[in-house]
């Protein structure tokens, strides 16, 4: 968002205070075959088995029994609208 609207006349003056955030995650940091927080590691070609694997560890940790492959979903974000929270069904 910043790079499109850094020409803008309100903004171009000021690009030097002027930052974004970019959006997605940073696969350095976040990678599967190496996270250190992951209790199976897993890449392309074993991404289906080590994502069961992963969630069924963290059903595990957290008493979730009887929910068979029920997707569980979490979310880092303000509790607003425009968000799409109400997209989520209970």
């Given at each position: 968002?910043a790079?499109e609207?850094?020409g803008?006349p309100a903004v171009?003056?000021h690009?030097s205070?002027?930052?974004?955030?970019?959006?997605?995650?940073?696969?350095?940091?976040?990678?599967p075959?190496?996270?250190?927080?992951?209790?199976?590691h897993?890449?392309?070609?074993?991404?289906?088995?080590?994502?069961?694997?992963?969630r069924?560890?963290?059903r595990?940790?957290l008493g979730?029994?009887?929910?068979?492959?029920?997707p569980?979903i979490?979310?880092?974000?303000?509790l607003t609208?425009?968000?799409g929270?109400?997209?989520?069904?209970?």
């Amino acid at each position: 968002y910043a790079g499109e609207i850094s020409g803008h006349p309100a903004v171009s003056s000021h690009l030097s205070k002027f930052h974004g955030v970019v959006n997605g995650i940073d696969v350095d940091i976040w990678n599967p075959e190496e996270d250190q927080f992951l209790p199976f590691h897993y890449n392309a070609d074993s991404c289906t088995e080590g994502k069961a694997a992963c969630r069924q560890a963290l059903r595990d940790r957290l008493g979730l029994t009887g929910w068979g492959d029920k997707p569980i979903i979490g979310i880092v974000s303000r509790l607003t609208g425009q968000k799409g929270i109400s997209l989520i069904k209970h």
